[in-house]
């Protein structure tokens, strides 16, 4: 299935790759390859990462790559990447704002 980044999505690794060119070493800054990679895995597997705590809906999952939460939607032809968040982060609203969809 094809997995499509949202904007919301790869702005998040924009900023998650700021914050790591300015405040971590070289090995650090390939957390987002890390993060892109870790995301091939639902294109296979949709259904391999856990619902989402925080809506106990069967059509958005995450997968971890620590310290980050990949949270996705499943739909009928792709698969969305949503968000990109820490794993500390409390999830709002704003983070997934289509979710009824």
């Not at 993060?35 to 059509?59: C, H, L, M, N, W």
């Amino acid at each position: 299935m094809r997995v499509h980044w949202t904007e919301n999505a790869i702005g998040h690794l924009v900023n998650i790759y700021e914050y790591i060119a300015i405040n971590s070493s070289t090995c650090d800054k390939r957390m987002v390859d890390r993060i892109t990679r870790r995301s091939e895995q639902i294109a296979e597997q949709p259904f391999s990462g856990r619902k989402v705590p925080e809506y106990d809906a069967e059509d958005i999952r995450e997968l971890i790559e620590k310290p980050y939460r990949i949270i996705y939607r499943i739909k009928q032809n792709q698969i969305d990447v949503v968000a990109v968040i820490h794993g500390a982060t409390i999830l709002l609203d704003e983070v997934i704002p289509d979710k009824t969809i």
